[in-house]
């Protein structure tokens, strides 16, 4: 079958935001005394903000009420959008770019399908503000991957059914997100080396090659 969309996680496919995620997380969980690393901080990928925090504190020694869960998680949001205002158009490779627009040259309708309530921000900051057709994201949906939700909300959008629609992932719940809502998947990353997509590519170029999308 050809796809008619094709709808993209944000970080990790579009743009890279991982350092300035574990750099926030880092310095929340080190004022409450809690261990915290790179590997663990590559369990939070793909993952809502609330769950992310419940992970972290697997290791504390103690409770925390509803509120002041809420409260850490927005204070690590605050340290994060401070972070991301580093952010600029530098940081959209001329791979991703050039790719994108030769996607939207074949006619393809191209969407965001990101957990992230920050992707409207992140995509102005990359200057992609405008581009994409539909933006589905964490300000908009109730559960996060591998639900499927914020790609079915995407296909919504662009009123195009999910099994005409491409999703591109780098995380495997993203993937596995893509596959319950119906959706082919190509992935990127760490989600291709454990090939869990239909397409497990080597670089985001190389969803120019993928049969069902040439030109």
Known sequence: ????????????????TD????????????????YFDRKINNRL???????????????????????????????????????LENMSSKDLSEEVKSSLLELHRRGYKLAIGSSSKNTPFILNQIGLSDFFDAVSDGNNIR??????????????????????????????S???????????????GDASKAKAGDYNLKGFSDLLDIPALSA
């Open 1 to 16: 079958m050809d796809f008619k969309a094709i709808i993209f996680d944000l970080d990790g496919v579009i743009c890279f």
């Open 19 to 34: 350092e300035y995620h574990y750099q926030a997380w880092k310095a929340m969980a080190d004022e409450l005394g809690v």
């Open 45 to 83: 990928r793909g993952v809502s903000r609330m769950e992310s925090l419940d992970i972290i504190l697997e290791r504390y020694d103690g409770e925390l009420s509803a509120d002041e869960k809420s409260s850490l998680a927005e204070k690590k949001n605050e340290l994060y959008r401070k972070y």
């Open 143 to 172: 559960r996060s991957k591998p639900d499927p939700e914020v790609f079915l909300k995407a296909s919504e959008m662009l009123s195009i059914p999910p099994e005409e629609c491409l999703v591109v992932e780098d995380a495997v």
């Open 174 to 188: 993203g993937a596995k997100a893509g596959h319950a809502g119906g959706m082919k998947v190509a992935c990127l």
